[in-house]
């Protein structure tokens, strides 16, 4: 219990990262609606009247656990615009990972915020890469009540190198952050990227690179 009201005190914390990204809104809010006849349009999402409003458009639960029964032994709950309408033109989401043993959430970036990640259970190796020309890896091993961020747009992953399952929520500063996958993207485009082309880039045999395009790219987060 502890641990989710730190977790709650870090989202809003968070909040106040976003001001210099998202427009602040000029209402009190605006619960996003996909009936464009009874709303109004600000921000990318139609809202909706907001006499009309629920405090069901500012709900979601994240208490059952994500399955971690895939390839990389991780699950991402996500909790932006898409999951609680009501976050429409805030500048905030959140989400909840899940982790079995040794399982990681694989090399990825938000494009459009900045996370900051709370550990609820377990124990996790987690880390960023800065930008070009240096690529310092900033790292550190979390244990539960451990805070950590990931500075926007930058390659971040997280490893669960405890026995166990590991919970960790996280704040991002944005209503969506959006997800750029490096191996999904790279090697599992749509259409295909040419492989002569990832071979050179990657300094890889182009039969190394047509086997990493053939594998499933699940969704990471
Ligand atoms: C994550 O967990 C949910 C809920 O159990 C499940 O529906 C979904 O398929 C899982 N996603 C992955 C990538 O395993």
Redesign the pocket.
Known sequence: MKSFLLAFALLALASSFASAFDPSPLQDFCVAVDDHLHGVFVNGKFCKDPKLAKAEDFFFSVK???????PVGS?V?AVNVEQIPGLNTLGISAVRIDYAPYGQNPPHTHPRGTEILVVLEGTLLVGFVTSNPDNKLFTKVLNKGDVFVFPIGLIHFQFNIGKTNAVAVAGLSSQNPGVITIANAVFGSDPAINPDFLAKAFQLDVKVVRDLQAKFW??GN
Do not use: C, L, Y
């Open positions: 059952n656990p994500g399955n971690t029964n895939n699950n709950t699940m969704d």
